[in-house]
């Protein structure tokens, strides 16, 4: 259990070795991290691997950076039976969690996270990705400044949600402003969706695009449940 630490980097744990670093039914809560990445967690290197399983990431901050909860540099695999990430905050980008590697999110609650911008919830940059999030539910985040409210991503990659559920995430109030729940800001990439719902998404205002989905990627949308 990680409670009440803070930092520049990584309000409780920095990593800055290319090894493979695994949380397994860990606990971070209100942790802080004063500089430009994570909250609770910093990975600040290429070439690693960040694994998370059945783990809770509950009212941390990044106040002045990115990643409200993680940074990662090397890919993130976040798996197990239920990891849960609640009312975290990033002063720039990513609520919850920004990556600058591959993604993938499995058996995931993302509620009440919030960003400055660029995803309320999750914020993706890398191109030439596979990134995979699957059962995975998204309720009431929110980029305040706009784009993606759950999930934005600026990079050339492939992006599936597979049995994914969105609902009351709100993308901005000011500014432009795309995706209520999901931004794909890139031309180049793909977007699938499969199975998935999305309900009381929003993306607020005239001029702005999308209240579910904004994409500049080919969309496919598929399955039997969407």
């Avoid at 520049?8 to 090894?19: D, E, K, M, R, T």
């Avoid at 591959?102 to 993706?124: W, Y």
């Avoid at 993308?171 to 499969?194: D, E, F, W, Y």
Wanted: proline share 2%.
């Amino acid at each position: 259990i990680f409670t009440a630490n803070a930092s520049g980097y990584g309000g409780a744990v920095y990593l800055n070795g290319a090894s493979t670093n695994i949380f397994d039914a860990c606990t971070f809560e209100t942790n802080t991290a004063s500089g430009p990445n994570g909250g609770a967690i910093s990975l600040n290197v290429v070439g690693g691997l960040l694994r998370i399983k059945r783990c809770a990431f509950v009212n941390n901050v990044c106040g002045s950076g990115s990643g409200g909860a993680i940074q990662s540099g090397s890919p993130l695999d976040i798996s197990g039976s239920s990891n849960v990430f609640n009312g975290n905050i990033a002063g720039v980008y990513g609520g919850a969690i920004y990556s600058s590697a591959s993604l993938t999110i499995r058996n995931c609650f993302f509620t009440n996270n919030a960003s400055a911008s660029h995803g309320g919830a999750i914020n993706g940059t890398v191109a030439g990705a596979e990134n995979l999030f699957s059962n995975c539910i998204f309720t009431a985040n929110a980029s305040s400044g706009g784009w993606g409210g759950t999930y934005y991503l600026n990079g050339a990659s492939t992006n599936t949600f597979d049995a994914c559920t969105f609902v009351a995430n709100t993308a901005g109030s000011g500014g432009a402003r795309n995706g209520g729940a999901i931004c794909m800001n890139v031309a180049g990439g793909l977007l699938q969706v499969r199975n998935c719902a999305f309900t009381s998404n929003v993306c607020p205002g005239p001029g702005a695009n999308g209240g579910a989905i904004y994409s500049k990627s080919p969309l496919d949308i598929s399955g039997s449940n969407n």
